[in-house]
């Protein structure tokens, strides 16, 4: 459940009277795409519906079934998110578009590379680049949703490419549970060898190489790796 001081308010008005929840920015976007893929109770930072959900005022069940035709709570927040809007303070809106927009540009940073060189753009150069552009996030929308917007704004000025490459990594056994732990969603192929070591393949984005190397080296110093094609 999200907490009060992190919640923001979701008004709907109807009939001269205003509807209230309180609910978690980040997860307003995503809980109306599909409500069953987020728990009402961590979309809520209290289970109740307001009139004033500042002072503490509270609609009748008569009041619910009328404006909502129920008085079940996860349809009458379904309607107050989807026929209503969000109510955000000024500093509460500069921080969430900051926030967004940060995990923006370290997801292209670590993810996009510079076609020419091979080398991943520097999170500086993308964040300058964007406050040329004047460009901002929505904040009410997922990252994922709005990286591929970022990019688009960013091609005429920054060469970006999201090219995969292949490592084939060679672990001792004894660092196996560590190092799997770290890497098994991206492996692809994976053996173990006579000597009791442990042999894997990854598939990552190319800008990504550097922080994998060190990733899977602090797991076994003596890790080896090559490139394959």
């Not at 987020?38 to 079934?65: F, N, Q, S, Y």
């Not at 060898?193 to 003596?222: C, H, Q, T």
Request: glycine share 4%.
């Amino acid at each position: 459940m999200v907490s009060l001081d992190d919640a923001v308010v979701a008004r709907y008005e109807r009939a001269g009277k205003r509807y209230e929840i309180l609910v978690d920015p980040e997860l307003v976007a995503p809980y109306k795409l599909d409500p069953t893929e987020i728990e009402l109770e961590d979309l809520l930072a209290t289970d109740e519906i307001w009139h004033d959900a500042r002072g503490g005022e509270r609609p009748t069940e008569e009041k619910l079934v009328a404006t909502f035709g129920t008085t079940e709570l996860s349809e009458c927040v379904s309607q107050i998110l989807h026929k209503g809007s969000i109510q955000l303070t000024t500093n509460q809106r500069r921080q969430m578009i900051a926030d967004k927009r940060q995990k923006i540009i370290s997801e292209i940073s670590r993810t996009a590379i510079d076609p020419r060189s091979k080398a991943p753009h520097p999170f500086t150069r993308i964040e300058l680049a964007l406050d040329e552009l004047r460009w901002n996030p929505d904040p009410f929308l997922s990252v994922e949703r709005q990286i591929k917007d970022a990019v688009n704004v960013l091609r005429p000025v920054i060469p970006l490419s999201f090219q995969t490459l292949k490592l084939a990594f060679r672990v001792s056994g004894s660092a196996y549970g560590a190092v799997q732990k770290e890497v098994r969603s991206d492996v692809i192929k994976e053996q173990w060898l006579e000597n009791g070591d442990w042999a894997f393949v990854v598939e990552i984005p190319a800008g990504m190489k550097g922080e994998y190397l060190s990733k899977v080296a602090k797991r076994d110093p003596n890790t080896e790796v090559k490139e394959i094609n």
